[in-house]
């Protein structure tokens, strides 16, 4: 089983739409989670970080279940600037590793 | 935020030659960068954390006499393919550890293409 799963769509969304990603981790010692924005060959950019208590930022909402070991991203809103690939990740408890899902592409159409 | 840089930014090379990238942090100091590759639709896999002044630590199955790590200074590691092959093309992005006021971030360097024919 691979220790970050994500679905890797892709999602094709109109713009406005709203749209969720999930995530599941299999290591119960992750401590830290978050969600990265890759676009086409570059390196990824931190999106937001996700807390026990859920968080939003402006259109992104993140929510983490730690008793499924699940994490989820919704996007309200959807522009065509946010067409790209989102990376779950997860750093486990006293180490420095992040560790990368495979990421859940998405394409957001006029 | 904080600006991490790499050099360069693609490279093309032979068969069996070596080949150095170079991972800077710009604006703060990193005692702690990290090596990872990302093939083609695949996630980045983390290859080795670089520490200032100590070897670098390999995770499972990376060969550290193949990819050799210098981490000199506290905002430069290096990461040395040597004697690439086909296989080893891939895109190699480092990342450096912020441990600023706000927290620590990792924060990534542009990446680098390698390409071997």
Redesign the interface.
Known sequence: RKEVEQDPGPFNVPEGATVAFNCTYSNSASQSFFWYRQDCRKEPKLLMSVYSSGNEDGRFTAQLNRASQYISLLIRDSKLSDSATYLCVVNWLRTDKLIFGTGTRLQVFP | GAVVSQHPSWVICKSGTSVKIECRSLDFQAT?M?WYRQFP??????MA?SNEGSKATYEQGVEKDKFLINHASLTLSTLTVTSAHPEDSS?Y?C?A?DMGLVGE??Y????T?LLVL
């Open positions: 702690t990290f639709k695949q996630s980045l896999m983390l954390t895109f992005i990342s550890r971030t990792q990534f360097g542009p990446g293409r």
